[in-house]
């Protein structure tokens, strides 16, 4: 998980070192879709199947 | 009565932080979570949430042998000490405004040392105390857990077409909310007035990282779809500054003054105003950046007071802001934005550690808030993009958008609506939050250890113990006591009112050398206060 390394010290000198060592945007960018695309396929398998009786339904009491 | 865990905690101890040059007056930041879980009973006929929630509850006690055995009356809470009336501002509050406590309800200890019960009609958990923030990210997953067992075992004793499912959100998105608490020891001699000011201005603003993100609004005169997404559950149901209330008319603030502990000495103040998290990150940082801005009220050492000209119109604004760019209005007439609150507040808690050290906010953990907290921040100024694996409000929203665009859906789109309320299912198999590439903190062995093993480092120790040694003689327990029956006539009542003490350093020993309650009871009035 490199590209989190970087995200947790935004140190200044550290944030132009990872500048250069971060793969091209465009590059980086069609990982990150791909990844979406991963996901979005297992949320069309789990989603439920009826979702405005299931949104309907989902009514809670007040709490606390 | 016996006293030995009412004592003087030992002295700090020395040499770890010897830099830090001046004394810190903050007590240790013990802190737990005390959440409502949204529940749905389908394929019930005339489905009533609160006896599916005492069902879900039953269902998990019998499945792990913590229920009662035939003729013997359950652990049961103990409510002698309880007094959620009392107004931090000042006296006891009026008895009509006061919570109604339900002592008839399914009420349990688990060995955990948790509180596991139905609150009006909700399951609802609470974590046992724990000394730092990642120990609480460990027992809400714990929790997440013991839900998610409860489901099962409570499909083992409903028909086939039935089933109970537990979300872990705080909003139907029809005006209804459930909360998820957070509970921090501070200590008495502080002014109730400061921590008003700083936690105010911390609350405000912190959703920003500790939103679980919602579609749609449900503020009264507000239609449901006027807001679009915003990035707090709560913000909506949040009317008042202070105020003691908790169902409705929910404060900022709240003044519940019932600290389960020495009064003499500790508050615990009882926050309302979060979101549920299902980011463990997000969980972290909630607890742990307010642990340290509590730390910083005690000692005074916040650099300036940020008094937001209309806080609760501010925690709104702040809520629908995506941008995070909106600026504040500040009494003083300048502006500050969140992030640029934010930024402050951690610069202060940096400064705070630096100087005082982080004895009282977890030690080494308190670190790793500040530089999490410090790349959150950064992320979110950036590209709140950057922080999709780590924040709630944005996972939800990169599924929503990548959802809505592949399907070309409408924006009110119920397979929307559904998906926002499914992320916070708790079902392994339908979790989408468990699907949405969150950034985990803690294994799953060691969560699951802490589904039934409390933690070694706060007075929930000596709870958990005495649950998994003695439970046929503990007749009833609750935060600061626990009553036992060892058959000698009168019941005993052993005291806990320092939640530092009763650890495993403390009292680990003497559970591995006693035998039986009577003998526990015995060393324990031996050793004396």
């Keep these: 998980m490199a590209e989190r390394e970087q995200i947790r010290r935004p140190a200044p000198a550290s944030r132009e070192q990872s500048v250069e060592e971060a793969p091209p945007a465009s590059e980086r960018g069609s990982d990150i879709k791909a990844q979406l695309d991963d996901l979005l396929d297992e949320i069309d398998e789990v989603l439920e199947t009826n979702a405005e009786d299931f949104v309907k339904s989902y009514i809670q009491k007040g709490g606390e | ?529």
Excluded at chain 2, 357 to 385: F, I, N, Q, Y
Excluded at chain 2, 405 to 417: F, K, V
């Design chain 2, 1 to 529: 009565m016996l006293a030995s865990l009412t004592g003087r905690s030992g002295p700090a101890s020395p040499g770890a932080l010897s830099l830090a040059s001046v004394r810190a007056v903050a007590v240790p930041k013990t802190l737990g979570l005390e959440t409502e879980y949204g529940i749905v009973h389908r394929g019930a006929p005339e489905p009533n949430p609160i006896s599916a929630s005492s069902l879900l509850i039953n269902a998990y006690l019998i499945a792990t042998h913590q229920a009662p055995e035939p003729g013997r009356s359950a652990v049961g809470w103990d409510f002698t000490d309880e007094t959620p009336g009392n107004d931090a501002r000042g006296g006891a509050g009026a008895g009509a405004l006061a919570p109604e406590i339900e002592t008839h309800l399914v009420n349990a200890v688990l060995t955990n040392g948790a509180r596991y019960y139905v609150d009006h009609a909700h399951p609802e958990l609470s974590t046992p105390e724990c000394a730092d923030a990642r120990s609480a990210v460990v027992y809400d997953r714990a929790a997440e857990l013991i839900a998610a067992r409860s489901m099962e075992a409570a499909r083992m004793l409903l028909p086939p077409s039935e089933e109970i499912v537990v979300y872990k959100n705080n909003s139907d998105g029809k005006g209804n909310s459930y909360g998820c608490h957070e509970n921090y020891l501070v200590s008495r001699a502080v002014p109730f007035s400061r921590i008003v000011t700083h936690a105010t201005a911390h609350f405000v603003t912190r959703q920003i990282f500790c939103g679980a993100g919602k579609m749609g609004s449900e503020t009264s005169g507000m239609r449901l779809d006027e807001a679009g997404y915003q990035i707090s559950q709560r913000a909506d149901f949040i009317e008042e500054e202070v105020g003691l209330e908790t169902t409705l008319k929910r404060p900022i603030v709240n003044t519940r003054d019932e600290p389960h502990a020495d009064a003499a000495k500790y508050r615990r103040l009882h926050v309302i105003v979060g979101d549920a998290n299902m980011s463990q990150v997000a969980t972290f940082l909630k607890v742990g950046t307010t642990a340290l801005v509590m730390a910083l009220t005690e000692d005074d050492a916040v650099p300036r007071e940020l008094r937001f000209a209309a806080p609760v119109a501010a925690l709104r604004q702040v809520s629908r802001d995506l941008s995070l760019r909106e600026p504040l209005e500040l009494v003083d007439g300048s502006t500050i934005t969140a992030l640029g609150a934010q930024w402050e507040l951690l610069a202060a808690a940096r400064a705070y550690v630096e100087t005082r050290g982080a004895d009282a906010v977890g030690g080494e953990v308190a670190k790793e808030v500040l530089s999490r907290w410090e790349a959150v921040l950064g992320g979110l100024e950036r590209d709140p993009t950057e922080v999709a694996a780590q924040i709630d409000w944005v996972a939800k929203l990169r599924l929503l958008e990548g959802f809505r665009s592949r399907h070309g859906l409408d924006s009110q789109d119920a397979r929307l609506r559904a998906l926002d309320i499914q992320y916070h299912d708790l079902r392994p198999a339908k979790s989408l939050a468990a699907r949405a590439g969150l950034e985990t903190l803690v294994d799953e062995a060691e969560a699951e250890l802490a589904m039934t093993e409390p933690p070694p480092d706060t007075r929930a120790f000596f709870r958990g113990r005495c649950l998994q040694r003695f439970a046929a003689e503990v007749v009833a327990a609750n935060w600061d006591s626990i009553v036992f029956d060892v058959g000698e006539g009168s019941l005993r009542r052993v005291s806990m009112t320092e939640p530092t003490r009763g650890t495993v350093a403390h009292v680990g020993k003497m559970f591995d050398e006693c035998g039986s309650a009577i003998e526990l009871l015995r060393r324990l009035g031996a050793a004396g206060a």
